[in-house]
């Protein structure tokens, strides 16, 4: 399996709870922020993306929320499951910029 | 739609050997990109492609070379592995067509350089 992630923060959850990840960016010009899923072995996969125009969408079973004011964004997955243990990471974009990558938090859930 | 693949999924090189490392995807995407990633260092930018035709160095360019071979192709070349270079390293591709850019990433090659 990998060794990536092995210093990450770790968030443990029983399944069935929700389960709150939160990401701060650095970038206060930042304007479009993405969310990834990586499991072990596997690439990076897209969740949900939001534009600073919004404080908060929802996809399916999981909100993003924006907070320009402090730089802060939160991923909540709800009634979290065996198939969401993975490392979450965030991503962030000033304009026509690069994507910026944070290094990730890993989730735990346990049936 | 097979979406961005890679080749190979894994590798061993002993130092100073050579090795190219394949990316193409399927969603007739503008732009690819390769990354490394590390433990605990997240995903540094290592060549993009903005658009066929065009490459630019990204954070960690030193030791790699890469070709933009047509619209779907993008490879990455080591000319002489060195063991620092040991990581995973993932190809993305993505539109590029306004600020609003997801990136789609390939499934990685895992690289050891003994």
């Known amino acids: 399996g990998e060794n990536v992630g092995l210093h990450l923060p770790t968030l443990s959850v029983q399944e069935g709870d929700n389960s709150i990840i939160n990401c701060a960016y650095s970038n206060s010009a930042s304007d479009y922020f993405i969310w990834y899923k990586q499991e072990s072995g596997k690439g990076p996969q897209f969740i949900i993306d939001?534009?600073?125009?919004?404080d908060k969408r929802q996809g399916q079973r999981v909100t993003v929320l924006l907070n320009k004011t402090v730089k802060h964004l939160s991923l909540q997955i709800a009634a979290t499951q065996p198939g969401d243990s993975a490392v979450y990471f965030c991503a962030e974009k000033a304009g026509f910029q690069k994507l910026v990558f944070g290094t990730g938090t890993r989730l735990l859930v346990s049936p | 739609n097979a979406g961005v693949t890679q080749t190979p999924k894994f590798q061993v090189l002993k130092t100073g050997q050579s090795m190219t490392l394949q990316c193409a995807q399927d969603?007739?995407?503008?732009?690819m990109y390769w990354y490394r990633q590390d433990p605990g260092m997240g995903l540094r930018l290592i060549y993009y492609?903005?658009?066929?035709?065009?490459?630019d160095k990204g954070e960690v360019p030193n030791g790699y070379n890469v070709s933009r071979l047509n619209k779907r192709e993008f490879s990455l070349r080591l000319e002489s592995a060195a063991p620092s270079q040991t990581s995973v390293y993932f190809c993305a591709s993505s539109a590029n067509t306004g600020t609003s850019d997801t990136q789609y990433f390939g499934p990685g090659t895992r690289l050891t350089v003994l």
């Open positions: 492609s903005a658009s066929e035709g065009t490459t």
């Open positions: 969603m007739n995407h503008n732009s």
């Open positions: 939001i534009r600073s125009n919004m």
